[in-house]
């Protein structure tokens, strides 16, 4: 009994043994590949930086003005395009100037003033402003007819009360609908506290697929498959090795990527556990890690596996959120998303990160996770296994 339990102690030790040498291996061996070690430190730093400077609002979008008036009232009115949404470009002659400007792509916005503007005003006449807004680019452009028409519905309904001779105490008494609304969340609805944490996630899953789709197509380019199949190595400690080496190379660049790069530079405030979200980071990039092995089964070289990488990446990334909202999408393309395992992994992202929200909230999309992550993980392994038949 004794000498059964000792050989199962030894066999133990021995298997563990076995696994953290390999692992301390792949770590080796990824630390002396520079053009990996470059991406690596490239997507979670420098790419993060550049996505999160972008900005999807309405920002300085240029001005130009033909006043015909020339007075108090269209004067009032232009200096109502200010920063932060608009800034103004200059005065044109006439509006054909201003459709040559539109077209140019050094204007988004054209305000066209008709004379008699102020006249018309004082006289409780009817008068028409004539915008006209540049959208090739459909988000700028909405955004830039939608405010448009708000300052212009604000000042017209300011010039009235003025000559009406109300002031905002007397509306006080004045039975209206008052529209009061609250954001939660991101209260300013500023970008760069979403833009950075979406592409982070991104970033984690080409990493979860290409780091161990790497790490095994690497070892056909040098021809160390075979000696490693000729081993005393069990496929599963072959295997093992290079997903727990890879996903703890992935938690650390997402450690430096958040504490370095997010937090300093775009102060989003944390409201989640963190242990809570690198525990589901560590879970994505396994469960992930089985599409690697798939692709890596069916690569002969790293180039190959690049591109085979890109056709299961981009589907993944449409039907996740991260690019296109949910709620945009075709119903087919709806019901589709829930098989992209990024979709549920930017859901609980969000949840722990930007509202603060626990297990008791975000169970059954990490149940989901774990589902669907266990069934592509199974495929990859035992493509993975097939290899050594």
């Known amino acids: 009994m004794n000498r059964h339990f000792t050989e199962m102690n030894t066999r133990l030790y021995m298997w563990w043994s076995r696994l953290a040498a ?40 240029t001005v130009v003005v033909h006043d015909a008036d020339h007075s108090e009232a ?22 054909r100037q201003g459709i040559r400007l539109l077209d140019q792509g050094k204007a988004l916005v054209v305000l066209d003033i008709p004379e008699d503007f102020q006249k018309s005003l004082l006289n409780g006449e009817h008068t028409d402003v004539q ?9 700028l452009g909405s955004l830039a007819a939608s405010y448009s028409s708000q300052i212009i519905g604000q000042y017209g309904f300011d010039a009235a009360l003025k000559r009406m001779g109300v002031n905002e105490k007397d509306l006080e008494n004045v039975p209206m609908l008052v529209d009061q609304h609250r954001v939660w969340y991101n209260p300013n609805q500023n970008d760069q ?17 290409m780091l161990p789709a790497a790490a095994v197509v690497r070892e056909k380019e040098h021809g160390t498959i075979e000696q490693l199949m000729v081993s005393p190595l ?12 890879m996903t703890m190379v992935i938690l650390l ?31 994505y990039a396994i469960a992930t890690s089985g599409l690697g092995l798939f692709i890596s089964t069916m690569s002969r070289n790293l180039a190959q596996a690049a591109l085979l990488a890109i056709l299961v990446l981009m589907p993944m990334i449409f039907l996740s959120g991260a690019w296109t909202p949910p709620e945009a999408m ?36 990490l149940l989901n996770l774990t589902l669907l992550g266990g069934v592509i993980f199974a495929i990859g392994l035992w493509r993975f296994r097939r290899q050594f038949k």
């Open 234 to 245: 069990s496929p599963i400690q072959i295997l093992l090795p290079k997903i727990i080496s």
């Open 131 to 139: 915008v006209l807004v540049d959208s090739s680019n459909t988000v």
């Open 330 to 365: 075709p119903a087919g393309l709806r019901q589709a998303m829930y098989f992209s395992p990024l979709y549920y992994f930017i859901e609980m992202s969000y949840g722990i990160l930007l509202k603060g929200a626990g297990l008791r909230v975000l169970w059954d999309s």
């Open 253 to 283: 660049g997402t450690a430096v990527s958040l504490f370095l790069v997010i937090l300093p530079l775009f102060h989003i405030p944390i409201k989640g556990s963190l242990l809570l979200f690198f525990s589901v980071t560590g879970l």
């Open 74 to 95: 269209s004067r009032e009115l232009i200096y109502r395009f200010r920063p932060p949404y608009f800034k103004l470009g200059g005065e044109i002659l006439d509006s």
């Open 22 to 61: 390999m692992t301390v291996k792949e770590l080796l061996q990824l630390g002396r590949d520079g053009f990996l070690m470059f991406a690596i430190f490239f997507l979670f730093t420098i790419d993060i930086v550049m996505t999160g400077n972008v900005r999807l609002e309405l920002n300085h979008a």
């Open 193 to 209: 506290w979403f833009i950075p944490i979406s592409e982070l996630l991104v970033v984690i899953t080409i990493l979860a697929i």
